[in-house]
């Protein structure tokens, strides 16, 4: 959905120090072939061949996983909002809630499809699980992609999203949910997520763990149509939608 002029904002990077840790094995771990290759006496050099290929293999996968992952942060993971935000056409006019929106990469495409609507985020900004996590970098990308004026960013949490009952006409979330670590307090915050929906307003949840289990979940608390598509490999690791509505 590009268009003449149309600026994308910086979303940093996911999961920052899995990609660095990856990195650093790999650099390791070629090291560590090198050596092998090389510090073994001739009537062991079988042996330092193998350890040394293996450590080269392994130098090449968590490079190879670490480059990925930055890719699927930088071109991968726009082409997958746009996938998302297809599931949940909008006229315009709607609010709509963006649970655990990050830098806003959700939020502000789904406010640049917005007319008179508004796109709300929420987030707690851990930058544990996103690099320069902050509201103001939140908002700072929604003046870049030109959708300020549509967007609004608030403190919380979406076990207790601070915001009444049927509220929203819509709400996404991207790679989120599963920061929450123990099943109830997921469940909590798709409970959440369907009490703040107005009656058939609609849901698509995106990430890469429990998205099953999100499913399950949601077709026991009032909603229908609910879908699980994926996997997707434009991200990594690969991720699922779980779409539907409330009833």
Known sequence: MDSVGYRKGNYGVDAPNVVRNLILLGIACLILS???YNVFPAKLQWL????????LITFLIGCGEGVYMVWSSKVGKFRERERLLDLIPLRGDELVLDAGCGRGLLLNEAARRLTSGKAVGLDIWNKQDQS???????????RVEGVADRVEVVDGD???IPFPDNHFDAVVSSLAIHNIKNKED???????IVRVLKKGGRFALLDFQHVRQYAETLQR???AEVKVIGPHYQM???VRIVKGRKK
């Open 221 to 223: 608390l009032h909603t």
């Open 48 to 55: 330092g061949n193998s350890l040394g290929t293996i450590l």
């Open 34 to 36: 090198i050596l092998s």
């Open 158 to 160: 979406m076990r207790q």
């Open 186 to 192: 997921r469940d909590k915050a798709l409970a959440e």
């Open 132 to 142: 320069g996590n902050h509201p103001e970098a939140t908002l700072a990308n929604a």
């Open 236 to 238: 990594f690791p690969p």
